[in-house]
């Protein structure tokens, strides 16, 4: 425990300095059978640390290890209560509670109280006119067209692509477990949520025509020192990392600053959507587990359930209507 | 006072970070708050898939007529985290079930709260359930 509280205050004292973790480090990165950095196995990225800064916290990027065991303390136990409200909707919504979740117990190693580490107040940049048009107008399909059919629910519900799955890779409500593989000219990343993997390539082959898009993007990863960069541009129109547009460019950075230990920090770039660029960075923590399937079009039954749910309901306004 | 203060800081933090989120799909989408059931019956099967997994429950009627529900549960991977395994819920095993019956009326409903024989709630948030962080059992 001592160990840990040091090596988070070294942590947190580089990432003050607003230096790389490894400059401050005497660890050797491990290396793969061909010399690169070694980032393989099975790496979890559950964290209860918020996205962006909660406001109470406004004028504190950091915690103190004193004040992150309290803080986790008192998010595990507030969540872990039985929710049962009045309003039943409400109810309905929290049946699905506390026992149901895996999003682990405890704050990013770093000890920051956001993700976000860029803008330095920790809050997401402003959107820009078009990236709140598009917000307004895709939450108006939705009060409009709820369930008219499957392609009118999110792609979780469908089964496609879980937002936070990535990229960019962000912690979840459950399933937040990544398993590297390496070898001379590819990366791979298998992801446990819906199940994906993304490809990286090495070498310096250019990205795709701007006309083909990928569910994923299209990633060209290469090594900066022991950090490896992965640029990632061409996503669909529907693939929405946050509101994103599809000329979303994404760079991530991910750097093993200890055996156990990824810093993986990704910057967002899309003028589009946000006034500015942002960047978030998410301590990922090596895994006993193993990834699991999660082949979720399995047994999809809710999607049936919310569409037969829809034609109920209509049939119900419509009997109303009649009488 | 410092120290005061910074814990009054962590512990807003901590209620605004516990704030209700959705899982896979909202479940007031598929089930209808104006519909609560309580279902006392015998497991039949649980479904072990993917994205949630499912107990199948014979359920009989005052007359003794018999009808087999459907109780949408979590997803498979985080319950077998949490211990749960296909030796936990096995057929013939008598729970009781609150939860919502699904919007189209059929015998569909979710797991508001499960109830196994020895009176453990163990899908319900409730201490002693297994919950992230939670202490055991006593």
Redesign the interface.
Known sequence: MKLQCALVSVLAASMCAGQGLTAKKAWTPLRTANGQPDLQGVWTNAT?T?LER????AA?PF??PS?AA???K??????????RRSD??????????????????HVVKTLR?SLIVDPADGKLPALTPEGERRAVALAERRRLH??DGPED?GL??R?ILWPTAGPPMMPS???NNYQIFQGPEYVAIMV?MIHDVRIIPLDTRPHLPSGVRQWLGDSRGHWEGNTLVVDTTNFTDKTKFRGSSENLHLTERFTRTDPDTILYEYTVNDPATWTKPWTAQITMTKSA?RV????????????M??L??????ETSSANAGAK | MRSAT??G??????????A???????????????K?VKLEGTVTKM?W????A?IHIDVKDADGKVTNW?V???????????GVNKNSVTAGMAIVVD??Q?????N?A????VTFPDGKK??????G??????APEK
Not at chain 1, 88 to 105: F, H, K, P, Q
């Open positions: 209860i918020p909660p406001a109470d916290l504190k915690f103190t004040e309290a803080y986790e008192q998010v595990v136990e507030n969540a872990n209560v039985d929710r039943v909707t409400t109810d309905v919504g929290l049946a699905y509670n506390e026992a149901w979740w895996d999003r682990g117990t109280t709820p369930a629910r979780t519900e089964c409500v459950y399933n446990e587990s699991y399937e999660y082949a979720c079009h399995e047994g999809n039954y809710g999607m359930g919310i037969a749910g829809a034609r109920a309901e | 910074r814990i800081i962590v512990m807003g933090a901590a209620l605004l970070a516990a209700p989120v959705w899982a896979h799909h909202a479940f007031a989408a598929e089930f209808d708050g104006k609560p479904e898939i993917n994205p949630h499912w459907m949408e549960c979590g997803t498979p991977n985080t319950l077998l985290r949490r939860g919502y699904a919007k189209d009326g059929s569909r979710n797991g508001r709260d163990v899908f319900l948030g409730n201490t359930t297994g919950a992230p962080g939670d």
